[in-house]
């Protein structure tokens, strides 16, 4: 039962982790946002959403963090530090062996998703990695103070700055990664990850194609929403939703998706939504959506997968 899973970073990744454990990890395939990249950081290409799926399903991630490896040191930052250089992008020393590998084997001209499957299988990870494209797509984001880099606005800069629009920079020429259109076709179910609605699934969205993908898709559409009780668990999202106008809560979320989408997973906290997202023609799990253990994130999985599978059975 092949599985698609279209996923942001963090929130994805907590997902993810419940997911293998209740189903072949061989079977799912994951679609990741690629927004994020950045092609030329200290000579180095990161891709921050690639790296949290792929630590995380690998066993290796900093729990507390949700990003980077459990355990990393730092001394490399120390000494660019020293030397002077602004290190507001944290990179530690086994994370940049990550950076340095995926950029020499680019420089080769290998593409992402294959230096992607790379070192996510090096790793252990058993579920194909798939970046959303090949092409390249930045997020920027258009402040009070100026035009920046996602990661500018997110790390750098704090998320302080008033937004006033998101831009998927070069997205109308982008061509989705080879073998996406083929899984979201073949697919049982695909499932949107509880990631930033604007930022990490607006991207993957963006790329031509796949949006009408999904609308085609024969399989249950089901998405886990990444907003609790008005708020985010973490990350920008409310502050992104609420500056497109979006409203910050699972409706605003149910509205983004709702061209494609056959069921939303909200929290008990925003059970009141139910109706009037169901209003929308969208139908309505609610479950406990916090994913603050393994048997919760294993629960949740399953509670997805029990839904596609009732519209799937009729
Ligand atoms: P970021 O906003 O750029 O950090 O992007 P991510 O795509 O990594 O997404 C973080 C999203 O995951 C946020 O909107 C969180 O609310 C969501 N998230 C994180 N942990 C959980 C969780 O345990 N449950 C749910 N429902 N959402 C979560």
Not at 21 to 38: A, F, S
Not at 173 to 196: L, M, R, Y
Not at 251 to 273: K, N, S
Not at 283 to 291: A, L, R
Request: hydrophobic share 45%.
């Amino acid at each position: 039962m092949p599985v698609v899973v279209l996923a942001g970073g963090v929130g994805a990744a907590r997902f993810l982790e419940g997911l293998v454990k209740v189903m072949p990890p061989e079977e799912i395939t994951v679609i990741i946002n690629t927004g994020d990249d950045m092609a030329n950081f200290m000579g180095l290409y990161i891709s921050p959403d690639i790296d949290i799926v792929t630590y995380t399903l690998a066993g290796k991630v900093d729990p507390k963090k949700g990003w980077g490896i459990r355990g990393d040191t730092f001394y490399c930052l120390e000494m660019l530090q020293r030397l002077g250089f602004d290190t507001w992008f944290m990179l530690g020393d086994q994370d940049l062996g990550t950076h340095l590998a995926r950029t020499m084997m680019m420089k080769q001209g290998w593409s992402l998703s294959k230096v992607t499957k790379v070192i996510s299988q090096s790793l252990g990870v058993r579920c194909h990695l798939l970046p959303m494209t090949e092409s390249w797509v930045p997020t920027r984001i258009m402040t009070d103070v100026g035009l920046m880099h996602f990661e500018e606005y997110l790390v750098k800069r704090k998320a302080r700055d008033k937004v006033e629009d998101v831009i998927f920079d070069g997205v109308e020429a982008a061509k989705p990664s080879p073998g996406i259109f083929e899984v979201i076709e073949q697919a049982d179910t695909i499932i949107v990850a509880p990631s930033n609605p604007i930022v990490s699934i607006g991207p993957i969205l963006a790329v031509p194609g796949i949006r009408q993908a999904l609308i085609d898709a024969g399989a249950p559409r089901v998405a886990i929403s990444p907003i609790i009780g008005g708020r985010t668990v973490k990350g920008p999202a409310d502050k992104l939703m609420a500056a497109q106008g979006v409203e910050v809560s699972p409706r605003g979320v149910a509205e983004l998706y709702r061209d494609f989408l056959d069921v939303l997973v909200i929290d008990l906290q925003d059970r009141m939504l139910k109706s009037s997202i169901e209003a929308m023609g969208i139908e309505v799990v609610v479950k406990q959506t916090m994913m603050t253990s393994l048997r919760r994130k294993k629960a949740l999985a399953l509670a997805v997968l029990k839904a596609a599978r009732k519209l799937t059975n009729g």
